[in-house]
Structure formats: C-alpha cells, structure tokens
C-alpha cells in the first residue's frame, strides 16, 4: 500500500510542474501578443528617436519655454548660445512650441518622425528652426 501512495504524489508533482509549465509558456505568450510596440532588440544612441534642441543664435540670457506637444521640456534662462536638450520623442507626430516670456509670442515646428538635431535661432522678434539629421 505504501508503494501505492508514493506513485501517487510523484504524479501528481509531476501534473502540477506540467500546469505551472504551461501556465508560464501561455502568459509569455500573450505578452508577446498584447505589447507588439516593445521592441527587443537593442538599438545605438543615434538610431533612437532622440532629439537635441539646440539653442543656436539670440536666445542668451533670454527667458524660453519649450514644449513638445502638450508637455513642458525647459522653462528657464538660457544660459548660453550652446543650451542643449535632449528628449526621447513621444508620439510619431511632435510640434515643438517655444515662447519667450517677456512678449508671449509662440513659434510652432512639425518635426520629422526620425531623430535628429533641431536648431533653434532666434533674429529679431522671429524663432527660425533648422533640423539635421544625425
């Protein structure tokens, strides 16, 4: 009878390793399935969707406020004409808005869907925008 009983578990360990198994494989599954956008390979800096916003010409000293669709990226004094920000990219389609506080004038830039280097200048009352690529 002993025997009997050991056989017995020893099925029903190996039952439930089997499930637990299963159960891991099936939920792997539907990750992969459910999150499509996850990419898993690694990429390097360049091939990110990173842009540099750089404040090139007439922005010294001079208060800027940038935003990237609807969220707040810098709100501050430019230090130098060399400010540089780096931003992942959000959605497939962006618009930078920069303003500067003192007369509340807003320029708005498309930018590409590929990652890149965006200059800003700024000449007289007007922010001009210029994008290279990496």
Known sequence: MRRRAQNSNKQFLIGTAAM???VMAIVVIFLFLSAPHIDFSKKSEK?????QIEFAKGFASDSAVVYLNDSLIWHDIVPS???KLHIHRFADENILMVSRSHDDAVSIFNLDKKAGRIILRRERDEVTMSILGW
């Open 20 to 22: 637990a198994f299963a």
């Open 47 to 51: 091939e990110r969707d990173l842009y």
């Open 81 to 83: 004409d060399t400010t």
